[in-house]
């Protein structure tokens, strides 16, 4: 059974910086893809930045330039740099392994 916890999230100013992981249970070289969703209250869940096996990335529009993806096979984890936060970014995070593996969510708000 494949598990996957975040950690990282919390309580930061307008500008701040954060840094997210998710640790998996197990090798994750088996995933197709790794990838973090948001989701703000009243909003469905948005694809955030998603890494393939070989560490090709894509990112949303509203986060390119700020956020980074990365993984780290050898550590089973995987990480999302954000910088320049913003108080849209206030969400529940999730981390996602492919084909259908979901984390419990970790809650970043950015305050004014």
């Known amino acids: 059974q494949v598990q996957l916890v975040e950690s990282g999230g919390g309580l930061v100013q307008a500008g701040g910086s954060l840094r997210l992981s998710c640790a998996a249970s197990g090798s994750i070289f088996r995933f197709n893809t790794m990838g973090w969703y948001r989701q703000a209250p009243g909003k469905q869940r948005e694809l955030v930045a998603a890494i393939s096996p070989g560490a090709r990335t894509n990112y949303a529009d509203s986060v390119k330039g700020r956020f980074t993806i990365s993984r780290d096979n050898a550590k089973n984890t995987m990480y999302l740099q954000m910088i320049s936060l913003k108080t849209e970014d206030t969400a529940v995070y999730y981390c996602?392994?492919?084909?259908?593996?979901w984390g419990q969510g970790t809650q970043v708000t950015v305050s004014s």
């Open positions: 996602y392994a492919g084909p259908d593996y």
